[in-house]
């Protein structure tokens, strides 16, 4: 296990760390009201809201309506009468509450995966505008796959290439005579495998200083951490001077609690909205999409970000999840989310610490709070004794539920137990229960069991 976190960074965990004393926190937390949002399984110790959100309570009530009120008796009138056409512009000016934007600058629309298409295309055009000679898309070599695929792809379609590196090789490359064919910088603010959390202000000032555009996904940011996109800016100042990033892509239905598959989002910086069309020039991202011209006239401003017809179900769906977030309002919002990540995160790292030693499991996310995400990430050791999907799996027989992420089996990138840590329902009981549990199994050496071992198609 990683050497011991300095004194002051647990100075509000309890010496002795009992199921009291984490029940004792628990009746003292202001935010413990929020988790009645929530229908939570009787039995179920949920800590994957990283990778999927727990249902809210007015979901499946919402949804009802929608199906049986609003498409069954309003049926096409709805789309005025339910304003299921302005669900886009409705969902995102709330998600931009969220993440630092300002109203009309963020809209819901499509996946992320085809969100980062429509920026990335967008961004080589401003590029290739601005200096042909900038050809490099730069990210990260542990960033989500899909982000790389999808920015392969665009580079081969621009005759740009993909370059990847460590995350702290990054400034170099961006350093004084080495950056002048970077022509975007894409990273995800939250690493999805260690948790990273990068420093959205400094990479993006080194991209732009370095003359190149910056892109974040903030798939496991929003709604986990505080984000400032405009970053106190002006609209129209230099971008090569501001520490606000060009563009940003996230999805509803982690940290969002959107549900499976619920809309992503998408938000670019008024300062390029209107420079060039994204490619996928669809009918809701005309100017006039009810004048059923044969020519494309992009809509002002984000608008344009659209492509074909609102998912009105998803939408609506992922509209009562981000209201759940926007309830930590009177109690402090983001910053009080953020408060209590930072210990429930703590608090499994220091019983981790105490009740997992001699395991051969390592802590993979930093230790610093300040560099990492709502999430901490356990390394299986290199050397074949564990078999970290069959321990995950057998803590989710025993009603634990994290997840398991494949890495190439090295000490530098292992397989990895994820437990996220999502602060408008978890309890401090839950982590000290979570870890009570995985030592017990790993302990019990249950998770040998053949049915452990068997993988699904989701892993």
């Known amino acids: 296990m990683p050497a011991p976190v300095s004194p002051d960074v647990h100075q509000d965990i309890p010496q002795e760390i009992t199921r009291a004393t984490c029940a004792a926190r628990d009746a003292a937390d202001p935010l413990a009201p929020l988790r009645a949002q929530f229908t939570l399984p009787p039995g179920v110790n949920y800590l994957d809201g990283n990778s999927l959100g727990v249902l809210p309570a007015t979901t499946a009530a ?67 505008a601005d200096d042909p000679a900038r050809r490099v898309i730069l990210s990260e070599r542990s960033n ?38 970077v022509a975007l910088l894409m990273l995800t603010q939250v690493n999805y495998r260690s948790g990273r959390l990068a420093d959205m202000a400094a990479m993006t000032a080194q991209a732009h200083a370095a003359g190149a555009l910056m892109l974040w996904d903030l798939a496991h940011s929003a709604g986990a951490v505080p984000v400032d996109l405009n970053a106190a800016n002006a609209d129209f100042v230099d971008w090569r001077t501001s520490k ?65 017809t609102p998912s009105v179900i998803g939408l609506s769906a992922l509209e009562c999840g981000v209201d759940t977030l926007l309830a930590a309002e009177p109690l402090g919002g983001m910053a009080a989310l953020r408060a209590k990540s930072v210990a429930l995160c703590e608090l499994f790292i220091a019983l981790a610490r105490e009740r997992l030693a001699g395991s051969g499991l390592t802590i993979h996310s930093p230790l610093d709070a300040e560099r990492r995400g709502s ?3 356990l390394g299986v050791p290199p050397n074949g004794q564990i078999d ?72």
């Not at 993909?162 to 005579?177: F, M, V």
């Not at 606000?244 to 390029?272: I, T």
């Not at 309890?427 to 995985?438: P, Q």
Request: aromatic share 12%; proline share 7%.
């Open 62 to 128: 919402r949804v009802q309506e929608v199906v049986q009120q609003e498409w069954g008796q309003g049926l096409i009138r709805s789309w005025n009468s339910a304003g299921w056409i302005t669900l886009p512009q409705r969902v995102g000016d709330k998600i931009a509450r969220l993440v630092g934007a300002r109203p009309g600058e963020l809209v819901v629309a499509d996946s992320t995966s085809v969100n980062l298409f429509k920026v990335l295309s967008a961004a080589a055009q401003i590029a290739r």
């Open 144 to 181: 989500f796959p899909t982000d790389l695929y999808i920015a392969e792809s665009v580079a081969a379609q621009h005759g740009m290439t993909l370059e990847l590196l460590d995350i702290d090789a990054i400034p170099e490359r961006l350093g004084p005579g080495q950056g002048r064919d």
């Open 244 to 308: 606000s990033p060009d563009f940003a892509v996230g999805c509803g239905y982690k940290y969002l609690n959107g549900g499976p598959g619920a809309p992503a989002f998408v938000w670019v910086h008024p300062r390029h909205a209107e420079r060039f069309w994204q490619p996928l020039s669809g009918w809701m991202g005309h100017a006039a999409p009810f004048v059923f011209e044969p020519g494309y006239r992009p809509a002002p401003g984000i608008g344009r970000y659209l492509c074909g």
């Open 375 to 377: 999430q901490v990430s």
């Open 388 to 459: 970290g999907y069959a321990v995950m799996q057998a803590l989710i027989e025993r009603g634990v539920i994290g997840d398991y992420r494949a890495g190439d089996g090295s000490a530098a990138e292992p397989h990895l137990l994820r437990f996220g840590f999502t602060p408008l329902y978890t309890r401090f009981i839950d982590v000290f229960d979570a870890v009570d549990t995985l030592a017990a199994v790993l302990a019990s050496g249950e998770w040998r069991l053949l049915q452990f071992t068997q993988k699904g198609a989701v892993t």
